[in-house]
């Protein structure tokens, strides 16, 4: 009975690359999974662990291949920050091809920190409203920017500034996907707002 529940869970491709800022890889891995969704981490460059921009290893559920090859269909992507990782994700052909085709069904796109600069290379997303970590601000021609907010929404684009806004743009990508039920069901725990 839990599989066949399973299996109408939304699924959330998270991108781990070599550099990736931590805090925002596990924070928001963290949070989707707090709201009940099927999160696949899969590593840009294989199933082996992944030094992080701090030094942190972590370990992808598989490598982005193989993940891939499992199920080419995600509801989400989402896109760590960490300079090196961005880098690595700017300079993949394999992330450009998979945004496009993630672009083009209309489903979501998440970016925090420098990862929003891999939309730009990759021209996803030309003339929306973004932020990002603000040392990339400049990196962002075509954009709308806005320094002014932690997490912009525009239609299936989700982008955020860094490590310290990673928990809100983790439950922006829950409440995308899941609506007020499973924003409700994955802050409640984190005891993040007032009153919980």
Known sequence: MA????????????????????????????????GKFEVVVAGLEGSEPVTCSRGVRLLPDASLHDALAH???????????????????????????????????????????????????????KGIRVTSH?????????????????VVVEGPFITSRGPGTALEFGLAIVRALGGEEAFATASQGLVLFPGQ
């Open 71 to 125: 199920d080419a269909h995600f509801d989400a992507i989402v896109l760590p920050g960490g300079m090196g990782g961005t880098i690595k994700m700017r300079e993949s052909d394999e992330i450009g091809k998979l945004l496009k085709k993630q672009e083009k069904s209309g489903k979501i796109i998440a970016a925090i920190c420098a990862a929003t600069t891999v939309l730009a290379v990759h021209g996803i997303g």
């Open 134 to 150: 603000p040392s990339v601000k400049g990196q962002l021609p075509g954009y709308h920017y806005d320094d002014d907010v932690r």
């Open 3 to 34: 599989h066949s529940h399973e299996s109408a869970k939304k699924k959330v491709l998270v991108i781990l690359a070599e550099g990736a800022e931590e805090a925002e890889t596990v924070c928001t891995v963290d949070v989707l999974r707090r």
